[in-house]
């Protein structure tokens, strides 16, 4: 199994060098950086070069809840904080584990035997594609082949599927297919764009061409994309 690449953000500089120490005497650990600022760590996040975080919650620029939900995508984080009033916040955004300061090296421990263990559940059991999409038009399910669709667009409360052969508009936001669809061979590009990467033709830092239709790629999702289309 791979190691863990992961990375450690926390504004207190003494707490940072602990967890450092802590990170580099595990060997299923790689680290990645260490950062005083959430903010630095962007670029590395949005390169997904990272697979673990450990984060302070409580950081005088920005919640470290709050930088998490303003990524595309999350890694797994355990959440590192001298305050027990944050934990629930933490677990409601899926965190792996919660550590209170001053953490015992035994209880950092058995957090990242948590990572490990969910990481080789993933790699032994593979996931399943889905095979096909059932979208509410008109008060019918209509079933609707992934291997059509070439891409997916939001459009306020509304989603816009475009196919091999038309277009079908359903109720639902782009959000609950995001990651559902992640795992069959489509990428978010913006908050209103899902493509299918065999459906891309042509590329730029700006945008992607599909067919005949050029759709804009953000700049919050751009190192994610150029990373992902390159490697295809």
Known sequence: ???????AIDDEPPALIVMEKYIRSVPALSLQGVFTDALESLPMINQQQVDLIFMDIQMPQLLGTDFLRSLPVIPKVIFTTAHRQFALEGFDL???????????????LKAVNKVTSLQAAAESTPEQEPASLLLRKDRKMIKVMLQDILYIESIRDYIKVVTLTGTIISKQAISALDQQLSQA????????F?????KVKAFTSELVEIGQTELPISRMYRGAVEKRLRAV
Request: glycine share 2%; hydrophobic share 50%; aromatic share 12%.
């Open 1 to 7: 199994m791979p190691a863990i690449r992961c990375i």
């Open 94 to 108: 899926d965190a792996v584990d919660f550590l209170l300061k001053p953490i015992p090296f035994p209880r950092f």
């Open 185 to 192: 061979g489509f990428l978010r590009i913006h908050r209103s």
């Open 194 to 198: 899902l493509v299918s990467v065999s």
